[in-house]
Nanobody
Framework: QAQLVESGGGLVQAGGSLRLSCAAPRRTLDMYDMAWFRQAPGQERELVAVISQNGYTTYYADAVKGRFTISKDNRRSSTYLQMNSLKPEDTAVYYC????????????WGQGTQVTVSS
C-alpha cells in the first residue's frame, strides 16, 4: 500500500490548463497501476484516467479524452494528470489512487486536490 499526495490543483478559467501531480513512495510506480479519480459536489466519484504499471497502457473517461493526459515519472515517483481545455464541468476534487497488478480495487488514495474551473 502506498501513501499518495496530490498537488497542483487550483482555480483556472475555462479553456485553461493545469497539471496535477501525485507523489508516491519510491518505486511505487514500478508495482502499481496509477489512476486519477474526481468527485464533483453532489456527484459520485468518477474514474478519470489510468496508467498501467509499465506505463504502456492508458485509459481515459470519455468526458476527458483528447483533453487530459496521464503520465508518470518513475525517477520522481510521481504520476501526473495534464489537463487542457478545461471546462467548468471539470470542477471537482481530484484524487490519485494506486492499484496492485491483478487487483480489482484501488487500495491507496491521496487526500485530494481541488480543481475549480470558472466560466
Amino acid at each position: 500500500q502506498a501513501q499518495l499526495v496530490e498537488s497542483g490543483g487550483g482555480l483556472v478559467q475555462a479553456g485553461g490548463s493545469l497539471r496535477l501531480s501525485c507523489a508516491a513512495p519510491r518505486r511505487t510506480l514500478d508495482m502499481y497501476d496509477m489512476a486519477w479519480f474526481r468527485q464533483a459536489p453532489g456527484q459520485e466519484r468518477e474514474l478519470v484516467a489510468v496508467i498501467s504499471q509499465n506505463g504502456y497502457t492508458t485509459y481515459y473517461a470519455d468526458a476527458v479524452k483528447g483533453r487530459f493526459t496521464i503520465s508518470k515519472d518513475n525517477r520522481r515517483s510521481s504520476t501526473y494528470l495534464q489537463m487542457n481545455s478545461l471546462k467548468p464541468e471539470d470542477t471537482a476534487v481530484y484524487y490519485c489512487a494506486a492499484r496492485a497488478r491483478g487487483a480489482s480495487t484501488y487500495s491507496s488514495w491521496g487526500q485530494g486536490t481541488q480543481v475549480t474551473v470558472s466560466s
